[in-house]
Structures are given as C-alpha cells and as structure tokens.
C-alpha cells in the first residue's frame, strides 16, 4: 500500500492540506514580525529576545498541549488552536504600529497555541488512518511540512518586501482560517474517555509510558543531546563559517545549504515509507549519524560542493529516524496517551536547544573553531552508545518485562498491532525530524520485526478502529 492508498482517505487528506497551511502561516507570521521590529529597531536588538519568547512557550506549554491532546477530540484542539493563532495574528494586523512589547506578547501566545497543534495532529494522524498505511501517512505528513516551511518562507519574504509586513499577517491570518476550516471537516473517529484525573496525573502518566520503557527514555535523551551539541550549533555556525567578503550567506551559500537540508529531508520522507526494518531503533539511530559531518563541513576551508553534501545527508537520515521514531512510539503507546509522550520528546528537544544556539559562539571562540567543531562531531556517535540499551534496536520492551515483546499494557509477546487494552494500536508510523518527522512500520509490520510478524490482531489492515476505544488511564 502506497501514497495512492493513503491519498484516498479523505480525512488525511484533509489534515494534509490543513497542516500545510498552517505551517505555512507559521512561517510567514515570524517575517512579518521580524520585519516590523527592524523597522523601528534597525540594530534588531529585539529581534532575539522576541524570536525566544516563542521557544519559551513551545516549551512551557508542550506537556500541557499533549494532555489536553489525549482529554479532547484531537481535531478540536487543533481547530481551536488554528482559531486562536487567527485572533493573535490579526490582532497584531490591526494594532497600529505594534511595539516590540506587543510584537512579543504576539510570538509568546502564538508559540504557546503551537504546543496544542502539533500532539494533537501527530495523535490524530494514527487515528485516521487503516494501520497499515501509517508509515507512507507519516512519510507524506513530513513533505507536508516541508512543502509549507518552503512556502510559507518564500510567500513572507515576497510579501514583506513589495506589501510589507502588514499584508504578509493578513495572509498569515487566512491561512490559519483555512486550516481551521478543513479541520471542521474532518471525521475522527470518536474516543471512549473514562474518568479523567487531575492534569498533574496525567502529565505524571506520560513521564510513566517514557519510563516504564527504558529504550524510549534513552532515545528522548539522545535526541535532545544530538540537538543542542551537533544541530543547534550548526544553525549559528553555518551563517557565520560561510560568510566572507567573496561569499555572503546572502549570495546565495546558506539558503541553498538550507535548501539542501530540506531536499535531504524530503529523500529521507520517500526512503522511510518504502522501509520495513526488522530493527526500527538501529534505522533510527544510524540516521542521526550523517549529521556529524556537517559540523565537519564547517571546518576551514569551506567548499561549498562538500557542505551541501553534507546538508543533504543530514536531512536524509534525520527525517528516516524521526519517522522510524513516531511509528514506534505509536506502535507501543497507548493510544490514549500517544501525545503525552510526543509533547515529552518535543519539550526534552526543545528545551535544551537554547543552550546550544547561546554557546555556539563563544565555546566556538574560546575553544578555536576546529576544536569545537570537531568535538561537536563526535557527539555524533552518541546513538550507537545508545544501541546498547535492552529493547532499543527493536524499539520493544518494557522495563521487567523479560526480554519479550511488550506492548502498552505488558504482557509476553504481542502481534505488532495490538496493545494493551485490547484495542488495535496504531502501527508503524512517523516521528519528528527536529520538526517533523516519523518513526516506521510500513506495510503494516510496523517496526519492531518487521516482517516477522504482520499486522495482527483484530481489524488489522482495517482501520483502526472506527470507535477508537481509547482506555481510560490506568495505573
């Protein structure tokens, strides 16, 4: 089953649609503000400070955003979080020569609605879908994102640069309305909720699906550290190393790097829906591995043909382990507390990220460029350190669990498709690539043994489930 199979299903394609404009608005929204700010502040001493307060809230509100995300029908959190954006991009639209105070307060509120949008959607995606086309939904999700990102970015800069900032939010406001109103039309299949319990235990039930299973822990944690010491680095470097007086990032070198970042991930998008590896974890973990070279690309002299290279290998295996990653989480997680656990992946990323952006800079000086660059490359043989924790290959296990397969409710092995409450659990399907992303299980034998055992269980191949039973928390 192929991207014609999961292209028919009319609610993925909607959420398809829905998501590309959205993302395509977040990108634009930043623009347009950026913009602003350097209209009245030309030595952008704010533009830092209020870019932050973004990441400050994604990563504040992320947990919460994955709790409210397993409470509510997940297309209405999404809907409601595409309404709310709407109203904070227009307000800013219609504030007449908005101060920076205002600017932030905007960037703050809007990142704080993101940390609702993106469990909500990653939850939701698993439930649309028949299990067997969760892989090549999570490969076509990711292109999603990049066809937005790309768009989003071109559309903000044209616009600001002949319209202006203004007319660049007002097309950031439509497409939060357009993505608002696919998702009113999207049919999710209704969720059986017992009892719920205090948000503090249910955040606290997350961290128990994570820690109950050693392998996801060490991946969360290898992901944050692959982040702050190789990605976010690379991210202020890659501007800096490249410009000089015959080469500014600005000639066309770090965009067309960055352009090869997103191809890279979009080969990696298609690689990962054609994969079935009987060890999702060594996939993913061998994916994270590319990115060491970019940090030695980095190194003097810079040749140009070997930095996009590197770029384009570093995008290929991150969008294959991010995706290798998600399919897993979905194949082993409830499907009730499915974006708890993503949010916690997301926030451990995301809050270690600003260490890396600040320090880049000075350890990179303190240190001398090839020194720093060259330690930031070896950190990129942490996942294979990583490989040595029980269940991690397979991305299967639970901690006393024996050594068998286990799915979310323990237990001795279990057919890839069922999980612990009886109900079909969603099958391979994919993670996040720093953004975006997916963690496998195409055709149906999602991840952990591949084609060793099939879809199995009741209703597989079927969808999962048209009254998604998802169990009420349990201790």
């Not at 089953?1 to 999961?6: F, I, L, Q, T």
């Not at 700010?37 to 994955?66: I, K, T, W």
């Not at 070198?253 to 352009?259: K, P």
């Amino acid at each position: 089953m192929g991207a014609r199979d999961v292209w028919r299903e009319r609610p993925f394609r909607l959420l398809w649609w829905s998501l590309t404009a959205s993302v395509a608005s977040d990108h634009v929204f930043p623009i347009a503000v950026v913009t602003a700010l350097l209209a009245g502040d030309p030595d952008g001493s704010a533009v830092g400070v209020v870019l932050a307060g973004r990441l400050v809230a994604l990563v504040a509100f992320a947990v919460f955003g994955g709790v409210w995300a397993d409470r509510l029908p997940r297309k209405s959190v999404m809907a409601v979080s595409q309404c709310v954006l709407l109203l904070i991009v227009a307000a800013v639209a219609l504030w007449p020569s908005p101060a920076p105070a205002v600017l932030g307060a905007a960037v703050f509120l809007a990142g704080g609605t993101e940390a609702f949008f993106r469990p909500a959607f990653q939850a939701c995606l698993a439930s649309v879908l028949p299990t067997g086309l969760h892989r090549t939904g999570v490969g076509l999700t990711s292109a999603s994102w990049r066809i937005g990102a790309v768009t989003g970015s071109v559309v903000g800069a044209l616009t600001v640069t002949v319209l202006g900032p203004r007319a660049a939010l007002w097309f950031a406001v439509a497409g939060f309305a357009a993505s608002a109103l696919l998702l009113r039309r999207v049919h999710e299949p209704p969720a059986a909720h017992g009892l719920r319990l205090p948000v503090s235990v249910e955040i606290r039930e997350g961290v128990a699906e994570v820690s109950r299973r050693p392998w996801m822990a060490v991946v969360i944690s290898v992901t944050a550290l692959h982040q702050t010491f190789i990605v976010a680095p690379a991210q202020v470097l890659l501007p800096v190393t490249t410009a000089s007086p015959y080469r500014s990032p600005l000639d066309g070198m770090y965009g067309l790097t960055l352009a090869a970042l997103s191809l890279g991930g979009l080969i990696g998008a298609v690689a990962a829906m054609r994969l079935s590896p009987r060890r999702p974890g060594l996939v993913a973990m061998a994916g994270l591995l590319p990115y060491g070279l970019v940090p030695l690309a980095l190194m003097e002299p810079i040749v140009p043909g070997w930095v996009f290279a590197c770029y384009l290998l570093a995008g290929i295996g991150l969008e294959i382990s991010a995706i290798e990653w998600i399919i897993g989480m979905l194949r082993t997680v409830r499907s009730d507390r499915q974006a708890r656990v993503a949010s916690l992946e997301w926030m451990a990323a995301l809050s270690m990220s600003p260490f890396g952006l600040a320090l880049a800079v000075p350890l990179s000086e303190s240190l001398g460029p090839d020194l720093f660059l060259t330690a930031s490359a070896a950190t990129a043989l942490l996942p294979l350190l990583a490989l040595l924790v029980p269940g991690l290959p397979l991305f299967d296990g639970e901690r006393g669990s024996g050594g068998g397969r286990c799915g979310p409710g323990g237990g001795s092995r279990r057919a890839v498709g069922s999980a612990g409450d009886g109900e079909p659990a969603p099958g391979g399907g994919p993670a996040p690539d720093g953004e975006a992303g997916v963690r496998s299980g195409s055709g149906g034998s999602s991840g952990g043994s591949g084609s060793e055992s099939g879809p199995a269980g009741p209703g597989s191949g079927n969808r999962t489930s048209r009254n998604r039973r998802d169990a009420s928390p349990a201790s």
